[in-house]
């Protein structure tokens, strides 16, 4: 299984982190048939925001871009203690949450960060529908926040 999601993070030089503790009364993924339900992912790594502001003032769009990367990886972490990677048929639906500062317009871009793991983790089957939102505040002050919609096996 050398070109399963688990090397391919290897290859990209990632490891699942441990998933992150949900900060308030919910689960970090449910299943509901075939499709896995992840909660909004913060850029958290071992249990710490790696930046908080907005991005457009304070954080630039190349780090937020990077943050993306983070929250889309917590992402994967969640639905691989529930399922395990290697039942994910496709990665269906995100949504990225952009923290904003007045008149910053490239949450897509942003979001990009999370959309090109999710490509190459998985290919084609990477491919996604996608939201990118911006907002005026995410918990904790993230600069960004991702949820996730996979099909699984």
Known sequence: MSNG??????????????VAA???????AVQSGQHVYVSGQLPLAEGKLLATGKVGNGVSAEQAKDLAQRCALNA???????????NVVKIVKLTGF???????????GVVNGASELFGAVFGEAGRHARSAVGVAELP???PVEVEVIVEVA
Not at 76 to 86: C, I, M, Q
Not at 98 to 108: E, I, N, Y
């Open 76 to 86: 994967l972490a969640a639905v691989d203690s529930l399922v395990g990677l290697e």
């Open 22 to 28: 949900p900060l308030a009364s919910y689960v970090p």
């Open 140 to 142: 904790l002050d993230a």
């Open 98 to 108: 952009v923290a904003s500062a007045p008149g910053f317009t490239g949450q897509p």
């Open 5 to 18: 999601p688990h090397a391919k993070l290897a290859e990209l030089g990632l490891t699942l982190p441990e």
